[in-house]
């Protein structure tokens, strides 16, 4: 039986709304704030009911903990809600303006243009204008039975503008009330692609804002003079809205703010029906490993009243019965992704996958992402797109650890669309390792890359920690030395530009003490990172500074302390790194039809 809302049943008591009171499992429904034990915790923590399903006959509710992060919902039964205590009953939803129509005003007071609000006598002379009209153009009707333009009184066999159009009918809407509408239904979209981006910083420091702006431009001291609009507003000047409207300055947001965000909101998504949907899987079994499922992800309807679903973890095929699943795993004879071999050390494989020859395996492995990624927009075709596979080897095949997903041919430069580290695998540096080889590739391709926006918070989070590790081992000279030939790819930036010294802070107050000279554009050569990416570690790490009339890279003491506990950890733990002398691979060339959608 598949899982039905049953929050409106016939029946259910009625109670009032926007109190607290004592509820019975009856009277439960959507809304509702209550005690419900935390399983991590074994806690009781108050939670609000997002969805309620009958699963095998007995209600499950989908709950959300207040001040959790959103990844931590999850369907509860009833023996796991304190009904002892009071609940919290959703208030009355406010009662929602209608909409008027364009250039007309509420109450009483009519539009002078509108003809009904019109004198006897203006209407006549307004018919006798159409019937002019209508015998004067009459000849020259529009093409292929559309209809002529409407136009003012006065305006006929005239080249000038109409002086006032009647605001009756689609076609004479005011264009600027149109463009405020539009502008209006696109500010979601808008508000969470800057959310997605996730790069603002803090705005303590007004020097590091001027440094930014510098640093791009290459004039010192001047905050305003960047020649360029960043679409991501890692410049110190506030980049217009995607709207067109106001603009949206970095000062309304700061680390706290931020971190509050990413604790509390879950991973960013560009749409709004994504996040009504509530997670329909309980449990995955892949390998050796069961995973609880964090988002929604679209697999059949009848795997939602499973406990687990197994997933082979070659083929990436789904079932809902061990017996199944155990029979396909007799016959399946794939021990790795299906591609190509293209990098090979004593600990990782990766693969490359073309999603136009391997189109079912490459469904599956998104409907698997789905499950980890909230602001993923899946798609079943996955022609355009390449798919680079890292696994761990041992006697019984490659088991997958983890992908990103890149475009064949991207207009904005980017070299990551989606990438994902199953959580069975997390805070092991397997992540850092993907975004290390993300980058290694676009150092063979010649390119400057940058990660698709939006990214998910903790995507955010693994490439601000590598851009900052990155950036850091170059000016210590502990990176390899091995840089990449940008054609523009990086969206320029500091071309042209003054060095700017990378310096060391002495920790005693005196002023930094300069030790080599290095450009914005050859850090970001040597790493492969967009220009745009290496201000904003910068800025991060408040590494520039002001200095005798030009601005300069300051390593501080508390990024050097911050690397040396770096060092510690990897001299017990140990460090994964990439040897880019074992990649085989040369950029593929694709024809114009494996590069375009298969609809």
């Given at each position: 039986?598949v899982?039905?809302?049953t929050?409106a ?8 709304t926007?109190e607290?009171g004592f509820?019975t ?10 005690q ?11 939670a609000?009911i997002?969805s ?6 007995e209600p499950?509710?989908y709950?959300?903990y207040?001040?959790f ?5 999850e369907?509860?039964p009833v023996?796991r ?10 208030k009355?939803?406010k ?6 129509g364009?250039?007309k ?12 609000a019109?004198t006897?006598a203006?209407?006549?002379?307004l018919?006798?204008?159409r019937?002019?009209?209508?015998s004067?153009v ?8 559309q ?6 009184r006065?305006?006929?066999g005239s ?11 689609k076609?004479n ?9 539009a ?14 981006d996730?790069?603002?910083?803090d705005d303590?420091n ?7 702006a510098?640093?791009i431009?290459g ?10 609009k960043?679409?991501?507003g890692?410049t110190?000047?506030p ?8 603009t949206?300055?970095?000062?309304s947001?700061?680390?706290s703010k931020e971190?509050e965000k ?18 329909n899987?309980?449990?995955i ?12 992800s679209?697999y059949p ?7 687990t679903?197994?997933?082979c ?11 199944r699943f155990?029979r396909?795993?007799?016959k ?5 992704p ?17 999603g ?7 469904r ?5 992402s ?5 602001h ?12 680079y ?7 019984f095949?490659?088991?997958l650890?983890g992908y990103?997903?890149?475009e064949?041919?991207?207009a904005e430069g980017?070299n ?11 805070r092991?540096?397997?992540?850092k390792?993907?975004?290390a ?12 890359g ?7 918070d903790l995507?955010l989070?693994s490439y601000r ?5 990155t950036?850091?081992?170059i000016l210590?000279g502990?990176?390899p030395a ?5 054609s ?5 930036g ?6 700017h ?5 002495s920790?005693t107050?005196n002023?930094p003490?300069?030790t ?5 554009d050859e ?9 745009t990416?290496?201000?904003h570690?910068?800025?991060?790490l408040?590494?520039?500074?002001y200095?005798?009339?030009q ?9 050097l ?6 060092r510690?950890r ?6 994964r ?16 039809s494996?590069r375009?959608?298969?609809?």
């Amino acid at each position: 039986m598949v899982g039905r809302d049953t929050s409106a049943d016939a029946g259910t008591p009625e109670v009032s709304t926007g109190e607290k009171g004592f509820a019975t499992v009856a009277q439960l429904r959507i809304g509702v704030k209550l005690q419900v034990l935390h399983a991590a915790s074994n806690e009781y923590r108050l939670a609000e009911i997002l969805s309620i399903q009958t699963r095998k006959g007995e209600p499950y509710y989908y709950v959300h903990y207040e001040d959790f992060n959103k990844r931590l919902d999850e369907w509860v039964p009833v023996a796991r809600i304190d009904l002892t205590k009071e609940v919290e009953w959703p208030k009355p939803e406010k009662p929602v303006a209608k909409k008027t129509g364009v250039g007309k005003l509420e109450g009483n007071t009519a539009s002078p243009a509108t003809p009904s609000a019109a004198t006897p006598a203006a209407q006549k002379a307004l018919k006798r204008g159409r019937g002019a009209r209508d015998s004067t153009v009459g000849a020259t009707a529009s093409p292929l039975g559309q209809k002529a333009p409407k136009r003012a009184r006065g305006s006929i066999g005239s080249t000038t503008a109409a002086a006032a159009p009647s605001t009756s009918g689609k076609e004479n809407e005011d264009p600027n009330a149109a463009e405020g509408e539009a502008a209006a239904g696109d500010a979601t979209a808008g508000a969470n692609e800057e959310d997605g981006d996730a790069m603002e910083i803090d705005d303590d420091n007004a020097d590091t804002k001027a440094a930014a702006a510098a640093a791009i431009s290459g004039a010192p001291g001047s905050a305003t003079s960047t020649p360029q609009k960043k679409k991501d507003g890692a410049t110190a000047t506030p980049p217009p809205s995607a709207t067109g409207g106001s603009t949206t300055t970095s000062g309304s947001f700061s680390k706290s703010k931020e971190i509050e965000k990413l604790r509390t909101s879950g991973s960013m998504t560009q749409s709004a029906h994504e996040i009504s949907r509530v997670r329909n899987l309980s449990a995955i079994q892949i390998g050796k490993h069961v995973v609880e499922p964090w988002y929604f992800s679209p697999y059949p309807i009848e795997f939602t009243e499973e406990e687990t679903v197994y997933i082979c973890e070659f083929c990436l095929s789904y079932y809902g019965s061990l017996r199944r699943f155990q029979r396909h795993r007799s016959k399946c004879t794939l021990l790795h992704p299906p591609g190509n071999e293209i990098y090979r050390d004593n600990d990782v494989s990766f693969f490359e996958i073309d999603g136009r020859r391997q189109r079912t395996w490459c469904r599956n492995l998104c409907l698997l992402s789905k499950c980890f990624l909230d602001h993923k927009t899946l798609y079943y075709d996955v022609d355009p797109f390449l798919f680079y596979c890292m696994t761990t080897r041992d006697a019984f095949g490659c088991h997958l650890i983890g992908y990103f997903s890149k475009e064949k041919e991207s207009a904005e430069g980017y070299n990551v669309a989606c990438i994902l580290t199953l959580p069975q695998y997390q805070r092991t540096g397997f992540g850092k390792l993907l975004i290390a080889f993300s980058y290694e590739l676009s150092k063979r391709e010649g390119k400057l890359g940058s990660p698709e926006k939006p990214l998910s918070d903790l995507g955010l989070l693994s490439y601000r920690a590598y851009w900052a590790d990155t950036i850091v081992d170059i000016l210590l000279g502990e990176a390899p030395a091995s840089t990449t030939t940008s054609s523009g790819a990086g969206g320029g930036g500091a071309s042209g530009a003054k060095p700017h010294p990378a310096t060391l802070s002495s920790g005693t107050g005196n002023p930094p003490i300069p030790t080599t000279e290095i450009t914005i554009d050859e850090l970001a050569n040597m790493s492969a990172m967009t220009t745009t990416d290496v201000l904003h570690t910068l800025q991060t790490l408040n590494a520039l500074r002001y200095y005798k009339g030009q601005h300069v890279i300051c390593l501080t003491d508390a990024i050097l302390a911050q690397k040396e506990k770096q060092r510690e950890r990897q001299r017990l733990k140990g460090k994964r790194v990439l040897a880019p002398e074992r990649l085989v691979w040369k950029p593929p060339v694709f024809t114009a039809s494996s590069r375009t959608w298969n609809w």
